[in-house]
């Protein structure tokens, strides 16, 4: 099951966000081929780190570059931002715990939120950029 793949749909317009959003494809994509060869040694504690390492990175992006342009939308986008994280972690914690959800679901979960995210939230956020001509 391929999560999902770069499309230039998901540009918002500003190259940094742009590229974190590809590493962040990436990663989802490695989540994938993991599950669909049923790789047994893979570790997704490591991966579900990993990816809550990338996204507070990219998420301090985002949150650095409202606060340059003053971003009136910024409390509703870190809140988003939060959220995410805090769903990853009780994943982390689930598998610590031996309770490891299924990898379908959770592939779900992260596939959509990071596209909804992308086409509304982070599009939002990239007009506003553009506007202050920030690219």
Known sequence: ???????????????????????????LQGLSIAFNAQD????????????VQYASYHFATEERLMREINFAG????????????TKVLQLVAQVDQGQTPSLEELLVFLRDWLVLHILHSDRDLGDALNLAEIR
Do not use: C, T, Y
Request: charged share 25%; net charge negative.
């Open 40 to 51: 047994h040694g893979f570790d997704s504690r490591k991966v579900l780190n990993d990816l």
């Open 1 to 27: 099951m391929l999560v999902i793949a770069w499309s230039n749909q998901f540009s918002v317009g500003v190259q940094e966000i742009d590229k974190q959003h590809q590493v962040l494809v990436e990663l």
């Open 74 to 85: 910024m409390d509703s986008h870190v809140r988003e931002h939060q959220d995410f994280v």
